[in-house]
């Protein structure tokens, strides 16, 4: 889950990741087009264009890593740095309970 909530709804901004991709010829530049269509949606024009970038990574048509292999990624470095401090909670345990078994009197 994002830091930042989200206050666009997925409809809302495929609509206007498409209507740049459709309209930014109308314009004299991308941004042109992502300026005015971001103040027909209300969002910010950086927003709207970081959408249309992600957009583009993901259909194939801009170089960078898709949306959903880099979810992929990050939900496998989030199992490992867990896994990790299991295994150290573990590791811990295993040498205080041998430690504790050395300490024991030795029984005859």
């Not at 997925?10 to 309209?23: F, G, K, S, T």
């Not at 709207?48 to 960078?64: C, F, I, M, Q, Y």
């Not at 990790?84 to 040498?95: D, F, G, M, T, V």
Request: charged share 35%; proline share 6%; with cysteine.
């Amino acid at each position: 889950m994002n830091k930042t909530t989200n206050k666009f709804a997925p409809e809302v901004r495929e609509r206007a990741i498409r209507m740049v991709l459709d309209h930014q010829r109308d314009y004299p530049s991308r941004w042109a087009a992502v300026v005015s269509i971001s103040e027909k949606i209300g969002c910010s024009p950086p927003t709207l264009h970081e959408w249309v970038k992600r957009a583009e990574v993901d259909r194939g048509s801009r170089a960078g890593v898709p949306s959903d292999v880099a979810d992929k990624l990050k939900a496998l470095e989030r199992e490992n740095r867990e896994l990790r401090q299991a295994n150290e909670i573990l590791r811990k345990a295993s040498a205080y309970f041998a430690q504790a078994e050395l300490d024991r009197p030795f029984r005859k």
